[in-house]
């Protein structure tokens, strides 16, 4: 469901028709005019139970939407949780009995935080292969940290939150990047920045293979402009590397990147272009569909930096995944969010969380 009023009483009666009894699953697209507060007070006056993020923009069918709120129903609700202060570590992870049949959990993260990957490591220890996982990270497209998910507790940054529903999922994910050159071994890293990668500065060894390959100069101020198409791919034994989007370099010569990175990480310098980074769009749809029964709705988590690569070629990408969905389900409903990363325990795996990758859940 899409909404585009601005008044927050009229959208949390409008939420309430929608899901009724059940929970609601709430994506707001960060130019929207909207009291996120006021909507949290509205919501708790009526007496819906609520978890929701604000993205840069949001995906209603066919169409990326910069102003407006999607709403999911969150079926069979168990459970949500809020994480508080993810930047200390300094937090525990609610217990929760699973019982006999099929669960999801649908997880929202500040993408501007540190320590995502603790979460990450966290929440698995305590929930394990019990249950499938999804989500993505919220944040304003500006970088700029502030408050970016809510649930029935308020507005928060540096927060995580997510809601556990014993519904079965199936979940396609792939990012169409391929390897340049490496292996290379991050020989220190501090959170999201590369220190030195082969003890030596991670800068030099980069710009010296993305320059050879791309045939452009690195500049003072073009560094994003030419990084976007060449990311880090943490190398895995078992599937697609980890993909980690490189975002600035500091006075140090070290390189800054969406998420974070282990010391003694291998990787890999990727790099793509437009028709192979549709092509895995349409490939992560075709797996999510590939032990679907009677899906429900699907929920599409993509990166906006795929949106800043592709440009207006990216309605392509976005075609490619709801046309594969439709073909199969037509009356399926379609929406998502473009986040800051996303999450996914795709390949009955550990739980991960990716930069520029598309992730596709089913839901039945």
């Known amino acids: ?10 959208i949390a009666l409008d939420i309430k028709d929608h899901v009724g009894a059940h929970g609601a699953l709430i994506a707001v697209a960060e130019h929207t005019e909207l009291d996120i507060p006021a909507l949290v007070d509205d919501l708790n006056e009526i007496g819906v139970t609520f978890m929701g993020g604000i993205f840069p923009k949001v995906i209603h069918n066919n169409q990326v939407i910069e102003q407006g709120i999607v709403i999911n129903t969150l079926q069979n609700l168990e459970k949500i949780c809020l994480i508080k202060e993810l930047s200390s570590t300094n937090y525990t992870i609610p217990k929760f009995e699973f019982q006999d049949g099929s669960y999801s959990i649908i997880t929202y993260v500040d993408g501007l935080t540190s320590n995502i990957s603790h979460y990450m490591s966290t929440l698995y ?3 394990g292969m019990q249950t499938n996982y999804f989500g993505g990270g919220a944040g304003s497209l500006s970088l700029q940290q502030k408050p970016c998910v809510f649930t029935n507790e308020g507005f928060f940054e540096d927060a995580a939150v997510y809601s556990i529903v014993k519904m079965s999922s199936h979940i396609g994910v792939k990012h ?4 340049v050159d ?14 030195e990668i082969n003890w030596q500065n991670p800068f030099e060894i980069y710009k010296t293979v993305v320059e050879k390959h791309s045939n452009k100069k690195f ?18 034994n078992d599937g697609e590397c980890i993909v980690r989007d490189p975002l600035m370099t500091n006075e140090k010569g070290e390189i800054i990147c969406i998420a974070e990175l282990e010391d003694n990480s291998l990787v890999d310098i990727l790099n793509g272009d437009n028709n192979s980074l549709i092509k895995a769009a349409e ?32 309605d392509k990408e976005l075609r490619s995944i709801t046309g594969t969905l439709k073909e199969k389900y037509p009356h399926i409903s379609i929406s998502g969010a473009l986040t800051l990363g996303e999450i996914s325990s ?16 089913l839901f039945e």
């Open 125 to 127: 220890e305590n929930y």
């Open 346 to 361: 795709y390949g009955e795996g550990f739980l991960e969380f990716y930069n520029k990758t598309v992730v596709v859940g």
């Open 283 to 314: 490939q992560a749809a075709q797996e999510s569909l590939l032990h679907a029964s009677k899906p429900r709705k699907a929920i599409i988590i993509d990166c906006i930096s795929r949106v800043l690569f592709l440009e207006t070629d990216f």
């Open 176 to 179: 169409g990047w391929s390897k």
């Open 182 to 195: 490496g292996p290379y071994i991050v020989t220190k890293a501090d959170g999201d920045v590369i220190q």
């Open 1 to 10: 469901m899409l909404i585009t009023s601005n008044t927050s009483k009229e």
């Open 219 to 236: 500049s003072d101020d073009n560094f994003f402009d030419i990084a976007k198409g060449y990311p880090f791919g943490i190398v895995k």
